[in-house]
T-cell receptor, first 113, second 110 residues
Framework: NAGVTQTPKFRVLKTGQSMTLLCAQDMNHEYMYWYRQDPGMGLRLIHYSVGEGTTAKGEVPDGYNVSRLKKQNFLLGLESAAPSQTSVYFC????????????FGPGTRLTVT | RKEVEQDPGPFNVPEGATVAFNCTYSNSASQSFFWYRQDCRKEPKLLMSVYSSGNEDGRFTAQLNRASQYISLLIRDSKLSDSATYLCVLSSGSARQLTFGSGTQLTVLP
């Protein structure tokens, strides 16, 4: 089991460019989440999904879009990157609504110049 | 006011010391409570869940006081490997979304 994997690990973008971050899990988990973590701050929820084909907004969704076309994958898109989106992005998954533990991927470090 | 407040530290303690972290939260509808550990530039990992009755896992003891909306973590006999940032986390909402504190940094010194 690879657990939760994220692609890419690092990326530098110019302002206005677009990109997609990929999260994949091989644990057959229903729920998946995208977070961002800025220096000296806790993780903040961007978007989440409770199952294939469903998505919902979290605390800081502006500037991001997501898709969950397959149960194992959760994509995070930045249509027009801004320097304020420089952050570390973590994906997580858990098995169902009664499960407590979320399993995190290793993170993607994104810099927008 | 932040939903989850933690003392950011840093806490610098010698090996073998006992150290305590505190956390307060504002959402009284929170369902579950956790301590996560995050090593430098790594992903958070679950350290332990926190229950009102108090729970212990080896050298780690966690306590929840729902009336005061207060969570604590006690680490006894600190090891060098305990050096990390400790995140106070609670879950709420239909998807049990997690809300994170900003973390308390611990360095255990030889």
């Amino acid at each position: 089991n690879a657990g939760v994997t994220q692609t890419p690990k690092f990326r530098v973008l110019k302002t206005g460019q677009s990109m997609t971050l990929l999260c994949a899990q091989d644990m057959n988990h229903e729920y998946m989440y995208w977070y961002r973590q800025d220096p000296g701050m806790g993780l903040r929820l961007i978007h989440y999904s409770v199952g294939e084909g469903t998505t919902a907004k979290g605390e800081v969704p502006d500037g991001y879009n997501v898709s969950r076309l397959k149960k194992q994958n959760f994509l995070l898109g930045l249509e027009s990157a801004a320097p304020s989106q420089t952050s570390v992005y973590f994906c997580a998954s858990k098995s169902g609504d009664r499960a407590d533990e979320q399993y995190f991927g290793p993170g993607t470090r994104l810099t927008v110049t | 006011r932040k939903e989850v407040e933690q003392d950011p530290g840093p806490f610098n303690v010698p090996e073998g010391a006992t150290v305590a972290f505190n956390c307060t939260y504002s959402n009284s509808a929170s369902q579950s409570f956790f301590w996560y550990r995050q090593d430098c530039r790594k992903e958070p990992k679950l350290l332990m869940s926190v229950y009102s009755s108090g729970n212990e896992d080896g050298r780690f003891t966690a306590q929840l006081n729902r009336a005061s909306q207060y969570i604590s973590l006690l680490i006894r006999d600190s090891k060098l490997s305990d050096s990390a940032t400790y995140l106070c986390v609670l879950s709420s909402g239909s998807a049990r979304q997690l809300t994170f504190g900003s973390g308390t940094q611990l360095t255990v010194l030889p």
